[in-house]
């Protein structure tokens, strides 16, 4: 068996079950934390997290208004980075709650 092989199984089965959807946000979510710690440092974990991802839009939790200020400053280049990352044009937008 390939490794194409097997990734379509995998598919298959996770459409089978119904949580194609679930496992797909699971890793833009991972995908979105890394990538911010990647541009900003560790210490952002700590102030910031993707919480959500849903109808192309990713969602982010934030305690500080300025990182807020700083996401929004860096938007575009984040979606664009995150995008690359995930080989489509998946998120199309942030959201804050702070």
């Known amino acids: 068996m390939t490794w194409s092989n097997i990734k379509e199984q995998l598919n298959k089965n996770l459409k089978q079950k119904g949580i194609e959807e ?4 699971s890793l833009v979510i ?3 934390n890394s990538l911010m710690v990647e541009i900003w440092g560790i210490e952002i974990q700590q102030k910031a997290r993707v919480v959500y991802f849903k109808n ?8 500080a208004n300025n990182i807020e200020v700083e996401f929004e400053f860096h938007k575009d280049n984040f979606i664009k980075h995150l995008n690359k990352q995930l ?4 998120v199309k937008n942030l959201r804050f709650l702070s």
């Not at 192309?56 to 305690?63: E, G, R, S």
């Not at 080989?87 to 998946?90: C, D, F, P």
Request: proline share 0%; glycine share 6%; charged share 10%.
């Open 22 to 25: 679930q496992v797909h946000e």
């Open 30 to 32: 991972s995908l979105a």
């Open 56 to 63: 192309d839009i990713l969602t982010i939790a934030v305690l």
């Open 87 to 90: 080989g489509n044009n998946i």
